[in-house]
């Protein structure tokens, strides 16, 4: 077993590893994913969000623990890095793994639970989102600020940003699920725009983002659209695409 909890975070490592032993019998359900499963836990007055990542499959069993670090430790130690650059995640607790003579078994990280007042998603699903035309300006500064210090946030889609409004109204932004990072020297145009391209298919809000982007980077607000814009519809179409395909191998079976 490997297990390595936070030391700032006034716990017990034999509480948080009991929580983690009995989490298939304990918690409530948060999210039930095919993949992986998230539950909350109360301990000392705290909410715990602990994810379960699914057993893989034999070649990353393998990798898992000789060639790469797990997801879980990732989350960890990326969840840190983030807190380091001032970039909002809920606090990193611990992360466990259980290992057998091939490899990499079950693995868990624990965060605290945080409640959002909103994703960026009900951005981009409800018209009109009262204050909308400000978040989304706000969560550009974000991602901008994000680019500024090298980080490519590999999953910045739509469900895994989340905002809560603070006292002076103003919004924070907290990234969810951070197993997939880099962290460059620094980020080029290009990789800025394809960063941004899976957030939403809607034009006008790409128009939004990409005045703002304009705004606090200097780049022509022209450039930015066309560039996004491209990279938007190209993933959209690649998206639907690999949905149509996995729908008809299903008609077929």
Same mark, same amino acid.
């Given at each position: 077993?490997?297990?390595?909890?936070?030391? @700032?975070?006034?716990?017990? *490592?034999?509480?948080?590893?009991?929580i983690l032993q009995n989490f298939s019998t304990t918690g409530k359900m948060f999210i039930d994913g095919?993949?992986?499963?998230?539950?909350?836990? /109360?301990?000392?007055?705290?909410? +715990?969000?602990?994810?379960?990542?699914?057993?893989?499959? +034999?070649?990353?069993?393998?990798?898992?623990?000789?060639?790469?670090?797990?997801?879980?430790?990732?989350?960890?130690?990326?969840?840190?890095?983030?807190? /380091?650059?001032?970039?909002?995640?809920?606090?990193?607790?611990?992360? +466990?793994?259980?290992?057998? &003579?091939?490899?990499?078994?079950?693995?868990?990280?624990?965060?605290?639970?945080?409640?959002?007042?909103?994703?960026?998603?009900?951005?981009?699903?409800?018209? @009109?989102?009262?204050?909308?035309?400000?978040?989304?300006?706000?969560?550009?500064?974000?991602?901008? +600020?994000?680019? *500024?210090?090298?980080?490519?946030?590999?999953?910045?889609?739509?469900? @895994?940003?989340?905002?809560?409004?603070?006292?002076?109204?103003?919004?924070?932004f907290f990234l969810v699920d951070l197993n997939r990072m880099e962290f460059h020297h620094e980020m080029?145009?290009?990789?800025?725009?394809?960063?941004?391209?899976?957030?939403?298919?809607?034009?006008?809000?790409?128009?939004?983002?990409?005045?703002?982007?304009?705004?606090?980077?200097?780049?022509?607000?022209?450039?930015?659209?066309?560039?996004? &814009?491209?990279?938007?519809?190209d993933f959209q179409y690649r998206y639907y695409r690999k949905k149509r395909i996995k729908k008809n191998?299903?008609? &077929?079976?």
């Open positions: 077993m490997e297990f390595r909890l936070n030391p @700032n975070c006034n716990l017990s *490592q034999s509480d948080v590893i009991s095919r993949r992986n499963k998230i539950k909350l836990f /109360e301990l000392n007055g705290r909410t +715990l969000n602990v994810k379960s990542f699914k057993v893989p499959h +034999l070649i990353n069993r393998i990798i898992y623990r000789y060639f790469r670090k797990s997801k879980a430790r990732r989350s960890f130690e990326f969840a840190n890095k983030l807190i /380091e650059n001032g970039i909002g995640t809920p606090e990193p607790i611990a992360y +466990l793994e259980h290992m057998d &003579w091939i490899g990499l078994k079950d693995s868990y990280y624990v965060s605290e639970h945080l409640v959002a007042d909103l994703t960026y998603r009900e951005l981009v699903e409800i018209p @009109n989102y009262p204050d909308g035309d400000n978040i989304l300006r706000q969560f550009t500064r974000f991602s901008y +600020l994000l680019h *500024q210090k090298g980080i490519e946030f590999k999953d910045h889609s739509p469900g @895994n940003t989340l905002i809560k409004k603070n006292e002076s109204g103003a919004y924070d080029p145009f290009e990789l800025r725009m394809k960063n941004l391209c899976r957030l939403t298919p809607h034009k006008e809000m790409v128009a939004v983002m990409s005045n703002e982007y304009a705004k606090v980077s200097g780049e022509s607000e022209e450039k930015i659209f066309t560039t996004l &814009w491209k990279m938007t519809a191998l299903k008609f &077929w079976k």
